[in-house]
Nanobody, 123 residues
Framework: QVQLVESGGGSVQAGGSLRLSCAAS????????MAWFRQTPGKEREGVAV???????GYADSVKGRFAISRDNTKNTLYLQMNSLKPEDTAMYYC?????????????????WGQGTQVTVSS
């Protein structure tokens, strides 16, 4: 049984930083294609960052240079370091695993999801 548990969300002012964590069980982060998504009410889930099995990473243009995805294989945990946060980064952030293939930023290409953690950035 796969379980993804996100944590680390909160409220910060613009320019601040947060680090999100996704503790995984039933799936091994070092051998899995995993990603972070975010969603605001009324909008589709948006791909933010991806960590490929090889260690290669990908980012949405809107977060390049500000966000960094990483993983700790010993803790079986995926991270998202978010710096220089902007009000438009406000969203529920989700961890995803179990890719079916296809574009990494398409939410329907993932089988497993966490419950999400809320990030709120005030101006």
């Amino acid at each position: 049984q796969v379980q993804l548990v996100e944590s680390g969300g909160g409220s910060v002012q613009a320019g601040g930083s947060l680090r999100l964590s996704c503790a995984a069980s039933g799936v091994t982060v070092s051998t899995s294609y995993m990603a972070w998504f975010r969603q605001t009410p009324g909008k589709e889930r948006e791909g933010v960052a991806v960590m490929m099995i090889s260690g290669l990473m990908g980012y949405a243009d809107s977060v390049k240079g500000r966000f960094a995805i990483s993983r700790d294989n010993t803790k079986n945990t995926l991270y998202l370091q978010m710096n220089s946060l902007k009000p438009e980064d406000t969203a529920m952030y989700y961890c995803a695993a179990g890719s079916y293939g296809g574009a990494w930023y398409v939410s329907t290409n993932y089988r497993y999801w966490g419950q999400g953690t809320q990030v709120t950035v005030s101006s």
